[in-house]
C-alpha cells in the first residue's frame, strides 16, 4: 500500500512557476513508476507527466512539453512537478499516481494509487 500526499499547489499568475510536490509512503516507492495527472472542473482527468523508478526516463504531454519538468528523489519518497510558462489553461486540481512496476505511463488505469490533488489556479 502506498499513500501518496501532495503539496505546493496555489494561485499564481500567468507566467509565473510554481512547484508541486508529492510524498509517498512506504520503503518501496523506488519500485514505482509515478506521474501526474490534472483535472480541469467540466472535463475528465488527463496525463501530464510520467517518470520510472530511476528517474532517467520522463514522458511529458505535448501541452506542458518544455515547461514543466517531473523529477523524483527516492532517498525523500517524493516526486517534482516543476511548473514554468504557467498559463490559465493550466488551472486544474493536480493528482499524483503510483503504479506498480517501474516503468512510466501515460495511461490513467496503469496507476495503481492516487493522492488526494492539489489546486492549481493560474490567473490571465
Known amino acids: 500500500q502506498v499513500q501518496l500526499v501532495e503539496s505546493g499547489g496555489g494561485l499564481v499568475q500567468a507566467g509565473g512557476s510554481l512547484r508541486l510536490s508529492c510524498a509517498a509512503s512506504?520503503?518501496?516507492?523506488?519500485?514505482?513508476?509515478m506521474g501526474w495527472f490534472r483535472q480541469a472542473p467540466g472535463k475528465e482527468r488527463e496525463f501530464v507527466a510520467g517518470?520510472?523508478?530511476?528517474?532517467?526516463?520522463?514522458y511529458y504531454a505535448d501541452s506542458v512539453k518544455g515547461r514543466f519538468t517531473i523529477s523524483r528523489d527516492n532517498a525523500k519518497n517524493t516526486v517534482y512537478l516543476q511548473m514554468n510558462s504557467l498559463k490559465p489553461e493550466d488551472t486544474a486540481a493536480y493528482y499524483c499516481a503510483a503504479k506498480r512496476g517501474g516503468f512510466r505511463s501515460a495511461a490513467a488505469p496503469a496507476y495503481n494509487y492516487w493522492g488526494q490533488g492539489t489546486q492549481v489556479t493560474v490567473s490571465s
Open positions: 512506504g520503503r518501496t516507492f523506488s519500485s514505482y513508476g
Open positions: 517518470i520510472n523508478w530511476s528517474g532517467d526516463s520522463t
